[in-house]
C-alpha cells in the first residue's frame, strides 16, 4: 500500500528531478530520479509511523513540520502551498491537546502514516515547484529522520531484522533510562524548535550559512545521541533518579 501510494503521488507530477545541496546541482535520469522518489516517499511514510511510540511526540512533530513548511511556501509566494501546510499544522495541534502526555487518545498507524505521507508530499511539492529545495523540508524534519535512520542502519548492521517492532529508538530509550515521557517530549520540541528556526534561516541564505546550519543541527543530533548513551550509563550504574514534569 505504501508503494501504490508513492505512485499515485509520481503519477500526479510529485517526483524529485534532481539531487540538491547548498552549491551542489545532480540532475537525474527520469529512471533514477522515480526510483529515488519512491525510496523517499515511502521511508518518509514508514519512519513518521516508527517514531509515533511516546505521547505528543508525532502530533508535536507535525505542528512544527507543517508549520514551518507553510512558512518557508509563504516565504517564497505560494500561500496556496501555505494554506495546505497550516492547515495539517491546526489539525495536529487540534489532536496534540488530546495526545499530550498523558494521552487520551491516540493516532495509530494509520494516522502517522498518513502523516508521513503527507510530509513527503508537500516536500516534494515544494521541490517541484521551486518553493524550496527537498533538503531544506529533510532538515525541518530532521528529529524524526536522524533518528530513524540511525536506529534502522544501527539494527541492520548488527544484523537484527529490522522490519520486527522494537524499543531501541533514541527518545524510547531516554525513558527506558528513567525520564517521563513529558520531560523526553519536551526535549524533542527543543530540538524540532531549532530544527524549524534553521530552515527559516537556511531559506535564501548564502551557500557558507546554509552549510553552517546543516552543520549546526547534525551535531545538535550528534550530540544528543552521546546524551542518550550518557544517561543510560547513568541510569544503569544507579545514579540516575527519575524526574517528572
Known amino acids: ?21 547548498p552549491g551542489i546541482h545532480i540532475s537525474l535520469q527520469i529512471g533514477m530520479a522515480y526510483v529515488i522518489s519512491v525510496l523517499f516517499i515511502i521511508w518518509m ?4 509511523n516508527f517514531m509515533d511510540g511516546m505521547d505528543g511526540f508525532a502530533g508535536g512533530m507535525a505542528v512544527f513540520g507543517f508549520g ?10 505560494n500561500d496556496y502551498y501555505a494554506t495546505v501546510c497550516w492547515v495539517i499544522a491546526a489539525a495536529a495541534a487540534g489532536f496534540l491537546v488530546w495526545n499530550f502526555p498523558p494521552a487520551r ?13 503527507l510530509a513527503a508530499a508537500m516536500s516534494l511539492w515544494a521541490d517541484r515547484d521551486g ?4 533538503w531544506l523540508a529533510v532538515l525541518v524534519f530532521a528529529p524524526f529522520v536522524f533518528d530513524a535512520t540511525l536506529t534502522l542502519a544501527h539494527r ?3 544484523g ?15 525513558v527506558q533510562a528513567g525520564w517521563s515521557h513529558r520531560r523526553t517530549v519536551f526535549w524533542e520540541y527543543g530540538l524540532m524548535l531549532l530544527c524549524s ?9 548564502s551557500m557558507v550559512t546554509q552549510w553552517a546550519i546543516i552543520g549546526v543541527i547534525l551535531a545538535t543530533c550528534l550530540a544528543g545521541v552521546i546524551g542518550v548513551r550518557h544517561i543510560e550509563q547513568r541510569h544503569l550504574a544507579g545514579r540516575t533518579p527519575e524526574v517528572s514534569m
Not at 537484527?160 to 530509550?173: D, V
Open 197 to 205: 528556526v534553521g530552515a527559516l534561516c537556511a531559506f535564501r541564505a
Open 1 to 21: 500500500m505504501h508503494l501504490l501510494a508513492a505512485v499515485l503521488l509520481q503519477a500526479g507530477g510529485l517526483f524529485g528531478q534532481s539531487i540538491v545541496l
Open 156 to 158: 541492520t548492521l548488527k
Open 105 to 117: 487518545i491516540f493516532m495509530g498507524d494509520t494516522g502517522s502514516s498518513a502523516l508521513g505521507l
Open 45 to 48: 511514510t514508514n519512519l513518521y
Open 160 to 174: 537484527e531484522r529490522f522490519w520486527e517492532a522494537h524499543r531501541n529508538h533514541y527518545y524510547q530509550r531516554l
Open 131 to 134: 518553493l524550496f529545495p527537498l
Open 68 to 77: 514551518t513548511m507553510g512558512l518557508l511556501g509563504h516565504f517564497a509566494g
